[in-house]
């Protein structure tokens, strides 16, 4: 069990930042088969986009499926390669991720730097990821994303059901820029499908005795 993105979606499109303090107003861009979408349009500068759902499985497995490096591409929508590139320890680690964007614009690369934390009061685990562009050095023919955040949340609901959350807020990158009306939509579709993937890949490899325990995590800063 090693993994975690990246920032994938927003990745692919060149940029990405933290979540704001404040919660944005949300719009529903995509809901279908129990999986929503939401994006925020501020004025003027990022976008932010959410994903949630609540999926019939423990937090246990979901940290095994998202720190799985070679599952990623089985899963996350648009993945070509995921790799780890140093392994900390349980709750510390980086990977590498290549994806795909559509013609005429170039494949995206990021190199994450990711933990593990977990909110006992709010019974959470959540793995933050930020971009460190200068730990690897560029491909040929890849854009390597210069900034990118994101979060998943794995709120346990009970035992064997767990509501999953993915954040990631977005700003163009002025040399790479990809048009609103390709992004917005990209994005959304790209989110759905792979929490859609995601439930499908627990759903054909979770055993049906009791899982493991979560991997023992830092406490949230």
């Keep these: 069990m090693k993994y975690l993105l990246f920032l994938w979606w927003s990745g692919w499109l060149g940029w990405v930042l933290p979540a704001c303090a404040q919660e944005p107003t949300w719009e529903l861009s995509k809901q279908e088969d129990s999986i929503r979408v939401y994006v925020h349009h501020p004025e003027k500068g990022a976008r932010h986009f959410k994903a949630v759902m609540q999926i019939d499985a423990p937090q246990a497995a979901l940290v095994a499926l998202i720190r799985d490096s070679p599952r990623g591409p089985r899963w996350i929508d648009r993945m070509i390669l995921l790799q780890d590139v140093k392994i900390v320890n349980a709750q510390e680690w980086y990977t590498y991720a290549e994806l795909a964007l559509p013609w005429p614009f170039q494949n995206r690369d990021v190199v994450t730097h990711n933990q593990l934390y977990e909110d006992?009061?709010?019974?959470?685990?959540?793995?933050?990821?930020?971009?460190?562009?200068?730990?690897?050095?560029?491909?040929?023919?890849?854009?390597?994303?210069?900034?990118?955040?994101?979060?998943?949340?794995?709120?346990?609901l009970d035992a064997t059901h767990t509501e999953v959350?993915?954040?990631?807020?977005?700003?163009?990158?002025?040399?790479?820029?990809?048009?609103?009306?390709?992004?917005?939509?990209?994005?959304?579709?790209?989110?759905?499908?792979?929490?859609?993937?995601?439930?499908?890949?627990?759903?054909?490899?979770?055993?049906?005795?009791?899982?493991?325990?979560?991997?023992?995590?830092?406490?949230?800063?």
């Excluded at 562009?133 to 794995?154: C, I, Q, Y």
């Excluded at 040399?175 to 499908?193: D, E, K």
């Design 120 to 156: 006992t009061q709010e019974r959470s685990l959540r793995i933050e990821m930020r971009g460190v562009a200068d730990f690897l050095p560029e491909k040929e023919n890849k854009v390597r994303m210069a900034h990118s955040e994101g979060t998943w949340k794995l709120r346990a």
């Design 165 to 221: 959350t993915y954040r990631v807020k977005i700003q163009q990158n002025a040399r790479f820029q990809v048009p609103p009306w390709v992004a917005v939509p990209l994005v959304s579709n790209s989110l759905w499908n792979t929490f859609r993937r995601m439930r499908q890949e627990l759903q054909d490899t979770t055993p049906t005795r009791s899982p493991s325990p979560p991997v023992s995590p830092t406490d949230a800063p």
